[in-house]
């Protein structure tokens, strides 16, 4: 290995490190269908969720049919109502959002962005694909069992999620439970390949501080879904031995219809810690990567590097550690001592500290900067406002006082809908029409862009503003149906309809949007490379689309950080990672 | 260099020209596959402290009813100590370069590991045919829960370790193999740990 000794002209030679092991597919199987490269997989695991993801957005537009126009369409039941609402948010959390950021932009971004030819276990990462698309189809197939999937809410506490009387309760919920397991062992040969590929395979110069903060992100988004993933894989093992042979992990002593079941002493509040346990670093597995990400289009639409790249680093440890310790906040009604309560509010309020320092530093990053309002641009400006929104109606909800009031109303769905659902999503577009060009050398078209973009961004608020009165105003979440309830006024009604069309215009937005995707990947408008002069190593591939390896013949050596934009004395706008020091024009 | 250091430097002072990180490929001095390894145990070992977290939550309530605790299961630590120190011995005769040693140490490890797995389905169903079944008390589902989910993270272990034996009779030299044995011996070594704590719980429950 080389000790990277710079010559007279302090230019490090071309690295000459140890290649590391490189599989070269033979066959149209093992290139496309079993790759073993992480660009690849990274296609198909982006595929794979963003198709399960639109069955889980056609469940919301059923569930908004119910809500909007109750008795209107006999096709839904109250059964099928709760399937709809359970399998809407089991899909979005973990089956979309989770696979699309670290399955998904992982796997394509991490190699590229760190200088390297590919994951360090490419076998085991190809098995983590096709793991994940195992307990997708075992997911997909309970909506087909005797009793339909899963009607248990997204949470599946038990006693309810296996008892008689909830749709789904043996085949449904067996195989939700399943597939979870399946996704969890899928997900950390995965991720394993993440973490590892990020601390052994960056390239020469690639410091840790050198690093894109999507990478930062993706990488400590994946060691919390390393440490959270196994409280609900023991809750899933629990949950399905309580179903299947009868044991009492969750199950207490219960009488149903008159005859005493044979559960005795079981703890229903064990399954709830362990699956917040899991459940609340989840919102940071899906938004850390979408802070990184945020952190590097606005800086390179805004020709400006980011500001507070160290505190940002930080920001993203500090909330990751934190994280761990503010589960039972989703707990306050479960009738725990007000101590803990005290306890666990507090940590979620010093939580709120590093999240909104970063978005400060989005704010002043954007500030006098060069902004070009791109499309990417305009998705990670709302990302900013829609977080912002989430984050504060969740500084509400984490005060014991206030919490308990909102406690199983809309209003708690309106919360985390924009905070972890609308504000990650829009994170996603921007991902993708920022790097599309990158995957296939061309643009996504610009006029169907904007359309997609402000009536996804405006349709959001007007869905979820309204949601928030009316969970204010006391509508109950999970509800099949309202009917006349003295506290809730007759215009609740008239909201939920307005509510319901707006869900099916963004809805039809969608449509729009992945046409574009289809479309373009055969027309649209050639981008050249690196398009959006960025700095990072992903853009100063030999070819573009990067090619097997990434990086041609020879691997790039890293320089500077990645937030090289507008140096003062230098020609052009923006140096690249890889550019070395004497090929730097300046300004004259 | 330290993690903390690292996390304190200041990359838009650095000065480009300086040789900053360019001796490395990756910074950690450590093999891939231990980096590796060591997650994997900590995402495990997640696995195992909140399963005894809820052990030892139920365990002071007065409808538990501790398991018996039969002969076997000492036994059955006795083997797994001795397959533990056998695979030490192999990753010893590694860096002392006697492959039949490493051969031998291996092999034994791995018996000695196969032998625990049907001591403990032994266990499983002299207590079975006592009428302590999972169903019937929590303390008994624990139990079954916690080793299984022990057994069967040995039997993964056991892949690993079958894969470095196909290598040795296939003819791999010391070098080629040395790695594996290494991993493989970290890893029981860890899974030792976790039978003796979960074997300590049952004892004092």
Redesign the interface.
């Known amino acids: 290995?080389?000790?990277?000794?710079?010559d007279e002209t302090?230019v490090?030679p071309p690295a000459e490190?140890?290649e590391v092991y490189l599989y070269h597919a033979k066959s149209f199987w093992t290139k496309w269908v079993f790759s073993q490269d992480a660009k690849i997989i990274s296609i198909q695991y982006s595929a794979t969720a963003i198709l399960i993801g639109l069955v889980g957005l056609v469940l919301s537009w059923l569930m908004r049919l119910q809500l909007g126009f109750p008795e209107t369409f006999s096709f839904i039941s109250p059964e099928s109502y709760y399937q709809y609402v359970t399998m809407h948010g089991m899909i979005m959390v973990i089956y979309l959002l989770t696979a699309l950021f670290l399955g998904g932009f992982g796997n394509y971004l991490i190699p590229l962005m760190v200088g390297a030819r590919d994951m360090?276990?490419p076998y085991l990462n190809m098995l983590s694909y096709w793991t994940y698309l195992l307990a997708v189809l075992i997911l997909a197939a309970s909506f087909f069992v005797p009793g339909g999937a899963s009607g248990a809410g997204w949470t599946l506490y038990p006693p309810q999620s296996i008892l008689e009387g909830t749709p789904g309760s043996f085949w449904g919920i067996i195989l939700m439970l399943v597939s979870l397991v399946i996704f969890i062992i899928g997900f950390?040969m995965g991720?394993?390949n993440y973490?590892?590929t990020v601390?052994?395979?960056?390239?020469?110069?690639?410091?840790?501080?050198?690093m894109p903060l999507t990478v930062w992100g993706i990488f400590v988004a994946t060691?919390l879904a390393?440490?959270?993933?196994?409280?609900l894989?023991?809750a899933g093992?629990?949950s399905m031995?309580d179903k299947l042979?009868?044991?009492?992990?969750f199950m207490p002593e219960i009488i149903q219809a008159g005859e005493l079941l044979?559960h005795?002493?079981?703890?229903p509040l064990?399954f709830q810690h362990?699956f917040w346990?899991f459940g609340h670093p989840e919102v940071y597995i899906v938004a850390l990567p979408a802070f990184g990400v945020v952190s590097d289009i606005i800086s390179t639409h805004a020709r400006k590097?980011i500001f507070g790249?160290?505190m940002m680093?930080?920001a993203i440890?500090i909330i990751g550690g934190l994280s761990f310790i503010v589960w039972a906040h989703h707990m306050y009604v479960s009738g725990m001592n007000p101590y803990f309560g005290f306890f666990f509010a507090t940590t979620t309020l010093i939580i709120a500290v590093p999240t909104a320092l970063k978005l400060y530093n989005w704010v002043l990053t954007l500030w006098k900067g060069n902004i070009h309002l791109t499309i990417p641009m305009l998705f990670c400006i709302a990302f900013i406002l829609t977080f912002l929104n989430g984050g504060i109606t969740g500084l509400f909800l984490g005060n014991v006082a206030v919490d308990i009031p909102l406690s199983d109303t809309l209003f708690v769905v309106a919360h985390f809908h924009m905070v972890m659902g609308i504000a990650p999503v829009l994170v996603i577009f921007a991902a993708i029409y920022h790097w599309f060009p990158l995957m296939t050398g061309r643009y996504l078209h610009e006029g169907w862009g904007q359309f997609h973009f402000w009536v996804t961004f405006l349709g959001s608020y007007l869905i979820y503003f309204p949601m928030h009165y009316l969970g204010f105003v006391g509508v109950p979440r999970r509800y099949f149906e309202i009917g006349e309830t003295s506290f809730i006024p007759p215009s609740a009604a008239t909201l939920n309809e307005f509510i319901t069309i707006m869900v099916l215009i963004v809805g039809f937005a969608q449509v729009v949007f992945i046409a574009n995707i289809l479309i373009s990947i055969f027309k649209g408008k050639l981008s050249g490379e690196n398009p959006w002069k960025a700095t990072t190593l992903e853009w100063q591939g030999a070819t573009t689309p990067p090619g097997h390896g990434n990086f041609g013949d020879e691997l790039p050596?890293?320089?500077?950080?990645a937030?090289a934009y507008s140096v003062p004395g230098v020609e052009a706008d923006y140096v690249p990672q890889n550019l070395a020091?004497d090929k730097v024009k300046k300004s004259s | 260099m330290g993690?903390f250091t690292?996390?304190?430097?200041?990359?838009?002072l650095?000065d480009?020209?300086a040789?900053?990180?360019?001796?490395?490929?990756?910074?950690?001095f450590l093999p891939?596959g231990k980096?590796?390894l060591r997650?994997?145990l900590?995402?495990?070992s997640?696995?195992f402290i909140?399963?005894i977290i809820?052990y030892a939550?139920?365990m002071y309530?007065p409808?538990?009813k501790p398991m018996p605790e039969p002969w076997m299961l000492w036994i059955n630590t006795a083997l797994l100590i001795a397959s533990s120190v056998a695979m030490q011995w192999a990753t010893k005769s590694c860096r002392r370069n006697i492959l039949t040693s490493v051969r031998d140490g291996l092999l034994i490890g791995g018996i000695l590991s196969f032998a625990f797995i049907i001591g403990q389905l032994y266990v499983w169903e002299q207590l079975a045919g006592l009428g302590y079944y999972?169903?019937l008390?929590?303390a008994?589902?624990?139990f079954y829960?916690l080793t299984a989910?022990h057994g069967l993270h040995l039997l993964g272990g056991l892949v690993a370790w079958g894969r470095s034996v196909y290598k040795l009779l296939r003819g791999a030299s010391v070098v080629d193999i040395r790695l594996s044995v290494e991993l493989c011996t970290t890893y029981w070594h860890y899974l030792l740990i976790i039978w003796l704590i979960l074997f300590g719980l049952l004892l004092i429950s």
């Open positions: 290995m080389s000790e990277g000794i710079m302090g490090v490190t140890e360090v276990f950390t991720g394993l973490v590892v601390l052994q395979a960056r390239t020469r110069g690639m410091t840790l501080m050198r060691i390393l440490l959270a993933f196994p409280a894989f023991v093992i629990m031995l042979i009868g044991t009492s992990f044979g005795e002493s079981g703890s064990l362990l346990f590097n790249y160290r680093v930080w440890v050596v890293v320089y500077r950080w937030y020091p | 993690i690292e996390l304190t430097k200041k990359p838009w650095a480009p020209s040789d900053e990180g360019l001796n490395i490929q990756g910074t950690s891939t980096v590796a997650f994997l900590c995402t495990i997640v696995i909140l399963t809820g939550d139920r309530f409808t538990w999972a169903s008390n929590m008994n589902g624990f829960l989910l």
